[in-house]
């Protein structure tokens, strides 16, 4: 996944910036997630229902109606997000200007600092702002153990890639193997599982 923050003063373009760089992308085959980050306590759902099925304890609360699904979670940071919506090619973020990302500037200030990968203009082209995104480095392989996201050095990636696609590409099912293979392993399943095999 590439993480990007699209920042600047209101009104300046960003939300524009967002849309533009979306449909450019997913026009090209990326899936393509955005947040929405602000400094408001809350979004206007206060006294709606799926506040209080949030504020009951609900981890997530989904609302779906005709023509969209809308999700609700609790306070989250971008890390926790970056779990939830893995694996997708691009996070975009609208904001968040006090996070440590690349970000691209919106409007007229000038602002250096190496978290800077592009600047952008209302009425400016964005292919610009989508070279120096392309630039970001990726991974192929992303390792989450309780929350906490270890990094991997690119041969033992590939030696994981290689073992998993050896054993999952003999299972009934398995067409093809072109784009992504996504492996989630629930830890606190499987020891419950062992424990009660064991006293059994």
């Known amino acids: 996944m590439r993480m990007f923050c699209v920042v600047g003063e209101s009104s300046k373009g960003k939300t524009s910036l967002v849309e533009q760089l979306t449909k450019a992308l997913t026009s090209r085959g990326y899936s393509v ?11 206007d759902l206060q006294g709606k229902d799926t506040a209080r099925h949030l504020t009951s304890g609900a981890s997530m609360a989904i609302g779906l ?27 975009i973020i609208e904001g968040g200007k006090e996070l440590i990302c690349p970000k691209v500037l919106v409007g007229e200030t000038d602002v250096t600092g190496e978290n800077y990968i592009a600047k952008w203009k209302l009425g400016e082209p964005i292919e610009p702002v989508l070279e120096a995104i392309f630039k970001l480095p990726t991974d192929s392989v992303q390792l989450y153990v ?55």
């Open 146 to 200: 309780d929350g906490k996201r270890i990094n991997i050095k690119p041969y033992i990636q590939k030696a994981i890639i290689s073992m998993l696609i050896g054993f999952i590409s003999t299972l009934k099912g398995v067409d093809s193997m072109e784009k992504e293979l996504v492996v989630k392993v629930n830890l606190r399943e499987f020891f419950e599982k062992e424990k009660i095999e064991d006293n059994s």
């Open 65 to 91: 109606a005709e023509d969209e699904t809308v999700t609700f979670m609790g306070k989250k940071d971008i890390e926790d997000v970056k779990r939830f919506i893995s694996p997708i090619d691009f996070l």
């Open 33 to 43: 997630c955005t947040v929405k980050h602000t400094h408001l306590e809350h979004f």
